[in-house]
């Protein structure tokens, strides 16, 4: 054992471990002292699980059945990476027969509905707390990448359609993560925003286009985070993959951007070591899902011949090295859980999971008050969606496993990105101890016996459920396996119909005008049944805002079609698939549908309350090179609610890439009968058009039309108009 003075002369020569330095400066000290072998073992990440079909087994110091391992070097003092997916919680590979089972969050989705900072802040924490007691110090979270599909079977993991919502919301989820002295990333970068054929598919679109939708919305969430990584996505972008795109890693992330970190691959999306590393990929990750160890051995050899230069493999490592000092993982260092809890206060952190799903619940519909819940309601029929049991979450790599493991078995695919997984939260049993109403259950796969039961009971909750993964699409926006008939049936039976949705996404309602009320649960997480019952009661007045548009149809959508084919292998094929973003452009989500003149079912930022609100006194002056907006919201109904009041900003001459942008917003607690004043502050480039001669934001002169709404669609409640000189504002907005 090592005695005190014989600790700190071997400190002495390592100064690198000297906290009170800059992480620049000691990790530029560790680059000098370590061997070739070194730094290449620190720019190449294993996969953590064994591959059967690999005939691979994971490295024996990786935490078993988990994303990622790169390996530490005890006499330098730099420790391991052990990295777990991702955005809802600490997860486990699929393959696994013993999965960790943590607490989860509810979907990325839910959390930006709730248009609550601190919200996505707690939750960020908590399951960055999470990673750490379970023997992690990366966590592969911090999902941005905007919904341009909603078709996207990843879209539960992100924030939505809008840069501003989705950056934020999940830079501050980073944030909470990495107060834990965990890294995380910043992911995918860049337009991976849609499944299909994501291995191969080349995503056309203009930098300045790009520039003011997804790049905004990843840049805003650089800013607000500090993720210590990125990680670039699989598809091609104008050609090159994004894991060996010099355009987005060397020119606009850490050139333009400045960004410190390091670029990590996903797994499976490095294709090259010469290209991929000149390029700015800094290290590979999950070997062997790639088709070779590029960044091992061949990288060796790259560097020794001089195809690499040495000075880009040491800017590689001091990248990776300063983020792990950045972020106290050499002062921190993670262990191994002992313990299958690994002494995680589930119940606290349950309560964390559930206040986000409380506040993320979107009420869509509530004719005539029926909800909340009335007392004098005597038998409730509860129909379908396994709502007995627990509530759905999404499938793929983010896939948090529930104390207890999944009531609903056997669902689903078998193998990734399956099986379909239940939290052990159950409405209906949360709804039992609420009321005193008489409830009864039907799973909804007899439609006769589903409508008899509706049509003998006061009132009907009917839960449709869709479920979406990582790896495919959804074929359309109808709810799966004839959902939308047994809603039909059900209504017709009982017009005292409430529907509750756990969707990946938007979906269709075809039945919509025939039942009473909707609710918007997405995936609620481990405390799911308990928030949506909480709602359903009038125990927490709904808040959540919809943080994508509603299409009525997928006629609606840029890309009516799918682009890509789910079916062929010819690898020639799918190397010649594109997807055209420029159809679009920068017009993503309610930009699209105002810019066209459609009519969404629900719009962007739509949501109702048990109360009612009135927004005035709108007052908006110059401030800086942006603006800042004032308004009241007052409390006009007889229930304490949640407003959130919308800031919509527009030239009132026009010339943008739709009629308008989301400015900002402000979510208010506000008491019955009282007013609460809200500030915003409006961002500059959200006032300019991106120039990519100059690179530069540049603000026209002219008026500008303030509009305060309840969502993108609404009535104003108030506009007033800002005059703005000619501006030019540098790539961070300043």
């Not at 919904?147 to 359609?161: A, D, L, T």
């Not at 990288?299 to 880009?312: D, F, I, M, T, W």
């Not at 997984?421 to 589903?450: I, N």
């Not at 308990?530 to 808040?543: F, Q, Y």
Request: proline content about 5%; glycine content about 10%.
């Amino acid at each position: 054992m090592m005695t005190g003075a014989a600790h700190a002369a071997a400190d002495a020569k390592r100064p690198w471990l000297d906290a009170a330095q800059s992480p620049d400066a000691r990790a530029e000290q560790l680059v000098k002292a370590m061997t070739l072998d070194e730094k290449i073992q620190t720019v190449f990440g294993y996969f953590s699980t064994d591959f059967e079909s690999k005939q691979y087994t994971a490295p024996k110091d990786g935490r078993k059945d988990s994303a990622g391992f790169v390996p530490g070097i005890e006499r330098l003092g730099l420790p391991s990476q052990w990295q777990t997916d991702a955005g809802m919680g600490v997860a486990t590979q699929a393959a696994s027969k013993s999965p960790l089972e943590r607490t989860s969050l509810p979907s990325g989705l839910s959390t930006a509905a709730t248009w609550d900072r601190k919200l996505a802040y707690a939750g960020g924490h908590m399951i960055g707390s999470e990673a750490r007691q379970s023997g992690f110090n990366i966590m592969l979270a911090g999902s941005v990448n905007l919904m341009r599909e909603p078709r996207n079977g990843r879209n539960f993991e992100y924030g939505g359609e809008d840069p501003l919502l989705a950056g934020v919301m999940v830079g501050e989820q980073i944030r909470g993560i990495q107060a834990n002295n965990v890294v995380s990333t910043l992911k995918h970068f860049a337009f991976n925003d849609q499944e299909t054929n994501r291995f191969h598919i080349n995503v056309k679109i203009d930098d300045a286009a790009g520039r003011m939708s997804d790049l905004l919305a990843l840049q805003l969430a650089m800013e607000v985070g500090d993720p210590g990584s990125v990680m670039c996505a699989y598809n091609r972008v104008n050609g090159p993959y994004a894991c060996e795109s010099d355009y987005l890693l060397n020119e606009v992330l850490k050139k333009d951007w400045g960004f410190k970190g390091y670029v990590m691959s996903d797994w499976g999306a490095t294709h090259s070591t010469i290209p991929a590393a000149i390029a700015g990929l800094d290290q590979q990750s999950g070997h062997p899902f790639d088709k070779s160890a590029y960044f091992n051995d061949a990288l060796k050899e790259a560097v020794v011949n001089g195809h690499v230069p040495q000075s880009r493999l040491d800017d590689m490592v001091k990248r990776i090295t300063r983020t792990m000092f950045a972020h106290g993982l050499a002062e921190h260092p993670v262990k191994a859980a002992t313990t299958k809890d690994a002494g995680i206060d589930y119940a606290t952190n349950g309560k964390i999971s559930q206040a986000g799903a409380e506040d993320g619940i979107v009420l869509l519909k509530n004719s005539h008050d029926i909800l909340p819940l009335a007392a004098t309601v005597r038998t409730i029929a509860i129909i379908g969606g396994h709502s007995d049991v627990g509530v759905m979450s999404g499938g793929g790599s983010a896939q948090v496993y529930p104390v207890g493991l999944s009531p609903v078995p056997n669902e689903g695919p078998q193998f990734f990105p399956g099986p379909m997984v239940y939290h052990r939260s159950s409405p209906m049993q949360e709804l039992a101890s609420r009321t005193k109403a008489k409830l009864s259950y039907a799973d909804g796969k007899d439609v006769k016996a589903a409508a008899k039961l509706a049509a003998a009971s006061d009132l009907v909750i009917v839960f449709g459920n869709q479920w979406t993964a990582e790896s495919i699409d959804a074929p359309d926006l109808n709810l799966p396996n004839k959902q939308d008939d047994l809603i039909a049936a059900v209504a017709k039976a009982n017009g005292k119909t409430v529907v509750v949705l756990q969707t990946g996404g938007p979906v269709v309602m075809p039945w919509l005008n025939n039942v009473a009320a909707v609710l918007e649960a997405w995936y609620p997480g481990s405390n799911g049944g308990a928030a949506i019952a909480r709602v359903l009661t009038g125990e927490v007045n709904p808040s959540g805002r919809l943080p994508a548009t509603f299409p009525a149809s997928v006629s609606q959508l840029p890309r009516p079609k799918l682009d890509g084919d789910a079916v062929t292998k010819d690898e020639n094929i799918l190397n010649s698939l594109t997807t055209n973003y420029n159809i679009e452009g920068a017009a993503v989500g309610y930009k699209w549908f105002d810019l066209k003149g459609h009519k969404p079912l629900f719009p962007f930022g739509y949501g109702l309350s048990y109360t009612t609100f009135a927004m005035s006194d709108l007052a908006a002056a110059k401030r800086d090179k942006g603006i800042e907006v004032t308004f009241n919201v007052t409390n006009t109904g007889k229930r304490d609610g949640k407003a959130v009041g919308q800031v919509y900003i527009a030239p009132a001459k026009g010339g943008w890439e739709a009629p308008k942008r989301l400015g900002g917003w402000d979510k208010l607690a506000v008491k019955a009968g009282e007013t609460g004043k809200a500030t915003v502050k409006v961002d500059p480039r959200l006032l300019a058009m991106y120039d990519s001669a100059s690179k530069t934001w540049k603000i026209a002169p002219g008026e500008y039309v303030v509009t305060l709404a309840e969502s993108a669609g609404a009535k104003p409640a108030a506009t007033v108009k800002v005059s703005l000189d000619a501006q030019t504002v540098d790539i961070h907005g300043k």
